[in-house]
């Protein structure tokens, strides 16, 4: 099955900042923390980057943690006028992939990413974390993924069919691998191999719950129904909808894997 190229991949997602929002389930608290406390954070004051920060759900629990300053590294020219609204002059913001953005070295604490670092060249992007962290810095990159990796739940089982047949994202990892976030020896040997030590890697579990536009919007915000025309895209969300007002009785109740990396630099 095709895949989604990483470049098409990051300027999907700002057509609908507020749609995007309201469907993404947001960012777990325990993850934000735990990346918070891996050992580089220390409280207000500690220099942060995050690699692409989306609408900000991440962005907001690591200033409410005391990142200052934050760097954002935004490609999406939509979501970054998104978060320039958002949070003004309380974070720095380039504009680039993370790839092709000048990054001062050794700047940084800690380097983060949620949900994102698919759609970043692996071995490039975390030669560039190596590089604009400090000796000692640490890097937290996680990912949070619908279902517990058994059976899929009954609204997988309703709505699958409408997606058959559509291009995949990186995320459903390699051919013959477990799905990308949780490809644990390939995520750990890349850091390894990148330059990193203690690399640790967790996963959490965790529920979420939508009403049926809320669903609608989860689904819209995915880039292999993002990317179709407007038409086809309209149909499957309007019968997701549907599906969840009528067999589900207007509330989905989903589990969520958030699968969290950790490692530092040497000092």
């Known amino acids: 099955m095709p895949r989604i190229d990483r470049?098409?991949?990051?300027?999907?997602?700002?057509?609908?900042?507020?749609?995007?929002?309201?469907?993404?389930?947001?960012?777990?608290?325990p993850a934000c923390t735990r990346c918070w406390s891996s050992g580089a954070a220390?409280?207000?004051?500690?220099?942060v980057l995050e690699v692409g920060a989306g609408t900000g759900q991440a962005t907001r629990r690591l200033l409410e943690l005391g990142a200052d300053p934050i760097v954002v590294v935004e490609p999406n020219?939509?979501?970054?006028?998104?978060?320039?609204e958002l949070y003004g002059d309380r974070l720095e913001l380039v504009r680039a992939s993370l790839e092709e953005a000048y990054l001062e070295p050794r700047r940084f604490d800690l380097a983060a990413a949620a949900s994102s670092f698919h759609w970043v060249d692996?071995?490039?992007g975390l030669a560039r974390l190596f590089t604009v962290l400090r000796p000692g810095g640490w890097c937290a990159i996680w990912w949070t993924l619908f279902g517990d990796g058994g059976p899929p739940d009954p609204f997988i089982v309703a709505t699958s069919p409408l997606l058959d047949g559509l291009d995949t994202s990186p995320t459903k990892g390699e051919e013959g691998r477990p799905r990308h976030a949780l490809d644990r020896e390939r995520r750990v040997a890349a850091l390894v191999a990148a330059g990193f030590v203690d690399v640790g890697h967790e996963l959490a579990r965790w529920e979420a719950q939508w009403d049926s536009e809320g669903i609608r919007a989860l689904y819209g915000?995915?880039?292999p129904i993002l990317r179709l025309d407007e038409a086809d895209r309209e149909r499957i969300l309007d019968e997701i909808a549907r599906i969840a007002s009528d067999?589900?009785?207007?509330?989905v109740t989903r589990v969520l894997t958030t699968s969290l990396y950790t490692a530092r630099k040497p000092p």
């Open 122 to 124: 692996e071995q490039v």
């Open 247 to 251: 067999e589900f009785g207007g509330r």
């Open 7 to 29: 470049t098409e991949g990051r300027q999907l997602f700002g057509a609908d900042t507020a749609a995007y929002d309201l469907g993404r389930p947001g960012q777990p608290r």
């Open 221 to 223: 915000s995915f880039s």
């Open 77 to 84: 020219p939509s979501l970054a006028e998104h978060l320039e």
């Open 42 to 47: 220390s409280g207000p004051g500690t220099s």
